[in-house]
């Protein structure tokens, strides 16, 4: 009997000292704040235990930090609080005129949008396509001819395509495109550059787009050029569907001088128009593309409405890829079952309004846009936390498991190789952010069945990222490595 008791206490002792080993240390964290990588940076960090929302190790966790794409943590958990997992956007199709016995509509097309970021994504390519099942249910109304154009109804977003806050910079850059009511193609384009033996590149969209202005002076570096240093420039002005592009590309091996990058696309709109165009000839629907000015008593026949993905599907492309774009959809969409028109303005104030009902502090949160692009806009590591515990702790009621639309350090997405060679690789999941200065993750450990939120936040630092990263990695390892 002795021996017994004596084998259960040691084993109560064992867990109980097990349990304390597992607790984060905050030795760690000082560490990693006082590391040389850090010396002159702002730096935070929030280790959150979920059930209890107490911050077992942190510094600077109350302190404004510039959280670049980790502010996706919150927008994308405020869309999934405020309008649940199976959200559907929608985009109809009406028929506006009259279809006569022969077949032909004498009147428009209309779409009107409804701020869909995934039609035509090819992000999504196991989706029917939205322009070969518009042309299917033209076929299906008995329509063979229309004599009429295509009419966008932009109204479902009353707001300028890029938040104000963004830097110019960024605008024509793939991960700077605007958001519309009517988006296509994830509102890029593909712009392919062609040597010349003048030492000159020619631009050319991949996709042929004639209304697109496209002016270009790019060249490539000179042989000994040290003066110019390779660099581009590139421009986009989305009232006159203009893009434009200067600088220097730097010397490419022979043979490979030719090449293509991913841009913003002005003007997404036109692009899904040429593409039903080119659907209908090829389907044998003549189009003669003539608006027609169609009264208001005019038939009105909807032909399709077009669902997107759900939006907990939405989430975890947005939270894998880092989309900007998509980022912005869900900021504007938590505006749908409220009054206010879907601005950037109004979806940032519904956020405010969520979570401040929820308990949280919202003076620790300065949101200017959706996606963290905006270099202004800061979270403080408790406020990520905080965001991060609740979301979670609904998710019975959401019927989603939020950490679960997160990357997997090592493995998936935007944090595919942080982690990768270490005992944690697969084991904690994240969101990441950069910019010029700036390094952030927030997420939960463990991956499955998680016990706590974490925010690492690193603005202005002077070491290289590579440096930094390296010590986020450290981190980690050191909170809650084996």
Same mark, same amino acid.
């Given at each position: 009997?002795?021996?017994?008791?004596?084998?259960?206490?040691?084993?109560?002792?064992?867990?109980?000292?097990?349990?304390?080993?597992?607790?984060?240390?905050?030795?760690?964290?000082?560490?990693?704040?006082?590391?040389?990588? +850090?010396?002159?940076?702002?730096?935070?960090?929030?280790?959150?235990?979920?059930?209890?929302?107490?911050?077992?190790?942190?510094? =600077?966790?109350?302190?404004?930090?510039?959280?670049?794409?980790?502010?996706?943590?919150?927008?994308?958990?405020?869309?999934?609080?405020?309008?649940?997992?199976?959200?559907?956007?929608?985009?109809?199709?009406?028929?506006?005129?009259?279809?006569?016995?022969?077949?032909?509509?004498?009147?428009?097309?209309?779409?009107?949008?409804?701020?869909?970021?995934?039609?035509?994504?090819?992000?999504?390519?196991?989706?029917?396509?939205?322009?070969?099942?518009?042309?299917?249910?033209?076929?299906?109304?008995?329509?063979?001819?229309?004599?009429?154009?295509?009419?966008?109804?932009?109204?479902?977003?009353?707001?300028?395509?890029?938040?104000?806050?963004?830097?110019?910079?960024?605008?024509?850059?793939?991960?700077?495109?605007?958001?519309?009511?009517?988006?296509?193609?994830?509102?890029?384009?593909?712009?392919?550059?062609?040597?010349?033996?003048?030492?000159?590149?020619?631009?050319?969209?991949?996709?042929? #787009?004639?209304?697109?202005?496209?002016?270009?002076?790019?060249?490539?570096?000179?042989?000994?050029?040290?003066? =110019?240093?390779?660099?581009?420039?590139?421009?986009?002005?989305?009232?006159?569907?203009?893009?434009? #592009?200067?600088?220097?590309?730097?010397?490419?091996?022979?043979?490979?001088? =030719?090449?293509?990058?991913?841009?913003?696309?002005?003007?997404?709109?036109?692009?899904?128009?040429?593409?039903?165009?080119?659907?209908?000839?090829?389907?044998?629907?003549?189009?003669?593309?003539?608006?027609?000015?169609?009264?208001?008593?005019?038939?009105?026949?909807? +032909?399709?409405?077009?669902?997107?993905?759900?939006?907990?599907?939405?989430?975890?492309?947005?939270?894998?890829?880092?989309?900007?774009?998509?980022?912005?959809?869900?900021?504007?969409?938590?505006?749908?079952?409220?009054?206010?028109?879907?601005?950037?303005?109004?979806?940032?104030?519904?956020?405010?309004?969520?979570?401040?009902?929820?308990?949280?502090?919202?003076?620790?949160?300065?949101?200017?846009?959706?996606?963290?692009?905006?270099?202004?806009?800061?979270?403080?590591?408790?406020?990520?936390?905080?965001?991060?515990?609740?979301?979670?702790?609904?998710?019975?009621?959401?019927?989603?498991?939020?950490?679960?639309?997160?990357?997997?350090?090592?493995?998936?997405?935007?944090?595919?190789?942080?982690?990768?060679?270490?005992?944690?690789?697969?084991?904690?999941?994240?969101?990441?952010?950069? #910019?010029?200065?700036?390094?952030?993750?927030?997420?939960?450990?463990?991956?499955?069945?998680?016990?706590?939120?974490?925010?690492? #936040?690193?603005?202005?630092?002077?070491?290289?990222?590579?440096?930094?990263?390296?010590?986020?990695?450290?981190?980690?390892?050191? +909170?809650?490595?084996?």
């Amino acid at each position: 009997m002795l021996k017994k008791l004596l084998i259960f206490f040691t084993a109560i002792a064992i867990a109980a000292t097990t349990a304390i080993a597992a607790v984060p240390s905050q030795s760690a964290v000082n560490r990693f704040a006082g590391s040389d990588a +850090l010396a002159c940076a702002t730096t935070g960090v929030c280790v959150m235990d979920l059930h209890t929302g107490k911050v077992v190790a942190g510094y =600077n966790a109350d302190k404004g930090i510039i959280t670049a794409s980790t502010m996706k943590i919150v927008t994308a958990a405020s869309a999934l609080e405020l309008l649940g997992k199976d959200f559907l956007f929608h985009t109809r199709v009406y028929a506006v005129g009259d279809i006569d016995s022969q077949g032909t509509l004498k009147g428009n097309i209309v779409i009107a949008g409804g701020g869909d970021p995934t039609l035509g994504s090819r992000f999504f390519k196991d989706r029917p396509a939205f322009v070969d099942t518009l042309v299917m249910q033209l076929q299906v109304a008995g329509i063979k001819r229309i004599e009429g154009g295509i009419e966008l109804d932009a109204s479902a977003i009353p707001d300028q395509p890029v938040p104000g806050y963004w830097m110019l910079e960024d605008l024509p850059e793939s991960y700077g495109t605007g958001y519309h009511a009517i988006n296509f193609a994830d509102n890029q384009m593909k712009i392919k550059f062609s040597y010349h033996k003048n030492g000159r590149y020619s631009l050319s969209t991949v996709t042929d #787009m004639p209304w697109l202005n496209l002016h270009s002076d790019v060249r490539q570096q000179a042989i000994g050029d040290t003066i =110019n240093r390779p660099g581009l420039t590139s421009s986009i002005d989305y009232n006159n569907c203009a893009f434009g #592009m200067e600088g220097i590309v730097a010397r490419r091996k022979r043979g490979r001088e =030719n090449f293509a990058a991913w841009y913003a696309c002005p003007a997404p709109q036109r692009l899904l128009c040429d593409s039903i165009q080119r659907a209908l000839a090829s389907n044998g629907i003549s189009f003669t593309d003539s608006k027609d000015e169609t009264s208001d008593s005019a038939d009105r026949l909807l +032909l399709l409405d077009y669902t997107s993905p759900s939006l907990a599907e939405i989430i975890k492309s947005t939270l894998f890829r880092s989309d900007n774009m998509f980022a912005e959809a869900l900021l504007r969409a938590a505006t749908t079952y409220s009054d206010y028109p879907a601005t950037t303005s109004n979806g940032v104030r519904m956020t405010y309004k969520l979570w401040k009902q929820q308990g949280l502090d919202t003076h620790q949160l300065s949101m200017k846009d959706g996606s963290g692009l905006a270099r202004n806009g800061w979270a403080t590591p408790r406020f990520l936390c905080d965001v991060l515990r609740l979301t979670y702790a609904d998710r019975d009621s959401l019927g989603v498991d939020y950490s679960q639309l997160l990357p997997r350090a090592g493995y998936d997405g935007s944090v595919k190789w942080l982690m990768r060679k270490t005992s944690l690789r697969g084991k904690i999941t994240l969101k990441s952010g950069s #910019m010029g200065g700036v390094q952030c993750y927030a997420g939960y450990y463990p991956a499955k069945n998680p016990r706590y939120a974490v925010a690492v #936040m690193v603005n202005n630092f002077s070491a290289s990222r590579s440096d930094v990263v390296a010590q986020v990695q450290r981190l980690f390892i050191n +909170l809650f490595g084996k």
